[in-house]
């Protein structure tokens, strides 16, 4: 058995290059892991950030994610600061963080990493990241079904076609978005987590200071090219074909100066108007900017070229002691009130709509640190980096809301509109028969959600609870949730 | 394509569940040279694809293949009988080390597919000459822990060899028309290392 010639080709190009600063042969896994407590904060920025800004009341819930026109809508238009309260207003009582007994459960555990790594790494039922994920956003709901990662996910890179499926043979989403895509930071801040009012002498003039934690939001996207590709199962000669993944995840403390107040009338403009403006600035306590791409050239015959494959990641981060972060932006908004008073039933109507414009004018700046690992194996010492935004990138808010006395009850209808990099939407219904209340809506936030629910309120109790379904992220497929609030006074 | 180069997207799409198999299904036709895929035999003879020494494959997916469960080789070959009597083909699929000799059929019945060449798979056929004459033998092979697990500790190591044996009794015209290379695998229990 003597040495001859041997046919070799192999998988790979070239070994990754010894000897960089990082420890960049052992792969993005070992990277990953390497670098995992050094990362681990911003890696739970990202998933509280998404909860803290994704909260909604058991009404609005109830109404499939309709916000109403109130001082609850006052973040998204500052002149709802000064609208009363009390007219579409709704006591709902205590919301019950039900959405926490979600976590109970072993799929959405990750306390069992620490305290039961047998039942964390259950090859049957053990941790889900997108059964949290998806329990995370909908904390005010209990997840009926939460949002499950498919049991197998099948990559076929054959020369009969490409296609990216699930265990049964179903398409898998390779496109998915939420919020702006997280790929740059805004000075659009979320809602704050914790917000103190800091009293001022001057009526309608209100002064806030609160922490903030949350995320522009998360991107997979893939090249027209690939797109095509998985839609016929076929590749093109000569062609690349690419898939970016992004998120981002931010945190700091804001002071925001806001102003609202009933205008004085309008001639010729019957109803009410209410205007306001607010300005906030935010000192950054951390960012992080996370962006990959992976991406493959096929050759003249339209086989994968060995030599074109490729991949590379970035990671941008800024926290204090490392770097700075800072911005302002200004808001305004205008809301009428329209008291359709009338004889018999529409005694009483009334309309409502609303505009505010958020971020008119914006500005965000952070100073951090980029590190960066690529297919050859190269990887770099944290650079400092610099990402910012701004100038005129505004957010629309745009809603209304009539109701009216019926011969039988009362009856509410809504509708409000959010451009916000992304659109999203929703219509609600809510029908008043003494102590309770029926609602109802729909509405889309990059898939469609419904919602339906109840409330009572009787003496110095009230419940409310709400049924909701939302499509589960990634991998889709409607999920169902719970939501119960309790109310006393005495 | 270049199986590491899909880690990030793996890790993207399947890596954040400790149920979730991930399954990828690749080609290795086209690391075997093309004039070796196919060919014509007039005589009596043993051919090989792409030779004696077989196909060196190195698998770099890195971690991956530490956390590995199954694998599966399907090959499928077309055979056309080009005599004027029928033709007994047989087919054999053998698995190597990048370590053993330059003959990777020389193993006999070694079972230990770590230390030496071992059968993974055979098939044969009798083509009956005139109209009728063409056939396909298809070699499917499971690697589990418990169906040959020398072998899927092989595919482990990320390196082998792998190479087809014809046997034939007349003329013959052959083809490779699949290859097919499956593996599977857990990524989250990688977190478990």
């Given amino acids: 058995m003597g040495e001859g010639s041997r046919t070799t080709n192999t998988l790979e190009t070239k070994p990754p290059r010894r000897g960089s600063n990082w420890t960049a042969r052992r792969g993005v896994l070992e990277y990953i892991r390497v670098n995992m407590t050094m990362h681990r904060w911003f890696a739970f920025l990202l998933i509280l950030g998404l909860a803290s800004g994704l909260a909604q009341s058991v009404r609005t819930q109830g109404l499939g994610g309709l916000l109403l026109p109130g001082p609850e809508a006052a973040r998204y238009n500052p002149a709802y600061a000064a609208y009363p309260a009390g007219n579409y207003g709704y006591n709902e009582g205590f919301r019950l963080p039900i959405g926490l007994l979600g976590f109970l459960r072993q799929s959405a555990n990750p306390f069992n990493y620490f305290f039961n790594k047998e039942a964390f790494f259950d090859k049957t039922n053990g941790f889900d990241l997108l059964t949290f994920y998806d329990q995370l956003i909908y904390l005010d709901s209990f997840l009926l079904n939460p949002a499950r990662s498919p049991d197998e996910v099948v990559f076929t890179l054959l020369p009969s076609g490409i296609s990216i499926t699930d265990g049964q043979g179903n398409r898998l989403r390779t496109n998915f978005s939420l919020g702006t895509g997280g790929s740059a930071p805004t000075s659009l801040t979320p809602p704050p987590l914790f917000g103190i009012p800091l009293p001022l002498p001057v009526p309608g003039l209100s002064l806030e200071l609160g922490l903030f934690l949350g995320t522009d939001g998360l991107s997979i996207t893939p090249s027209d090219t690939l797109r095509r590709a998985l839609a016929s199962g076929k590749v093109d000669p000569n062609t690349e074909y690419s898939l970016t993944g992004s998120g981002n995840a931010q945190a700091g403390i804001s002071l925001g100066m806001a102003y609202a107040a009933a205008l004085p009338t309008v001639p010729g403009l019957e109803g009410q108007l209410y205007g306001g403006v607010r300005g906030e600035g935010f000192y950054g306590l951390g960012y992080a900017e996370a962006n990959a791409t992976a991406k493959a050239r096929t050759d003249d015959q339209g086989q994968f070229d060995t030599n074109g494959t490729s991949y590379t990641t970035k990671l941008f981060y800024s926290y204090v002691g490392n770097g700075t972060g800072f911005g302002v932006r200004a808001d305004v908004g205008l809301a009428l009130d329209y008291p359709l008073v009338g004889s018999g039933q529409d005694k009483n109507a009334r309309l409502t709509v609303g505009l505010g414009i958020r971020n008119l004018v914006g500005f965000s700046r952070w100073q951090g640190s980029e590190v960066s690992l690529d297919s050859s194996g190269t990887s770099s010492a944290p650079q400092p980096a610099t990402r910012s935004s701004g100038g005129f990138r505004p957010a629309f808010y745009l809603n209304g809301a009539y109701q009216s006395p019926l011969e039988v009850g009362n009856l509410l209808v809504g509708a409000d509109l959010l451009l916000d990099g992304a659109l999203s939407g929703h219509v609600g219904l809510e029908y008043g028969l003494g102590p309770a209340r029926l609602r109802g809506g729909v509405g889309y936030e990059g898939g469609l959600v419904f919602g339906l629910g109840g409330g009572f309120q009787t003496g110095g109790f009230s419940l409310d609870t709400a049924l909701t379904t939302h499509q589960a992220p990634f991998f889709g497929g409607l999920v169902y949730g719970l939501a119960l609030s309790l109310g006393f006074s005495f | ?193």
């Fill in chain 2, 1 to 193: 394509m270049q199986l590491r180069y899909l880690l990030p997207l793996l890790l993207l799409a399947t890596a954040c569940s400790a149920h979730t198999l991930t399954t990828i299904k690749t080609d290795i036709v086209p690391f075997i040279p093309e004039g070796s895929r196919s060919g014509e035999i007039n005589v009596t003879s043993t051919s090989y694809i792409p030779s004696e020494a077989g196909q060196a494959i190195s698998l770099n997916l890195g971690d991956t293949l530490k956390v590995l469960e199954e694998a599966r080789i399907k090959i499928r070959v077309r055979l056309e009988n080009t005599g004027s009597v029928p033709n007994d083909v047989s087919v054999m699929a053998r698995i190597a080390p990048v370590s053993d000799s330059t003959n990777i059929f020389d193993g006999g019945s070694n079972t230990d597919c770590r230390t030496n060449d071992c059968l993974l798979g055979q098939g044969s056929l009798t083509l009956p000459s005139g109209s009728n004459n063409a056939g396909v033998i298809e070699i499917e092979v499971p690697l589990t822990p418990t169906e040959k697990p020398s072998a899927l500790e092989l595919i482990k190591s990320g390196q082998f060899r792998i190479g087809l044996r014809l046997q034939m009794n007349g003329s013959l015209r052959y083809g490779l028309e699949q290859g097919e290379l499956t593996v599977q695998a857990r990524l989250f229990q990688l977190l478990n290392r």
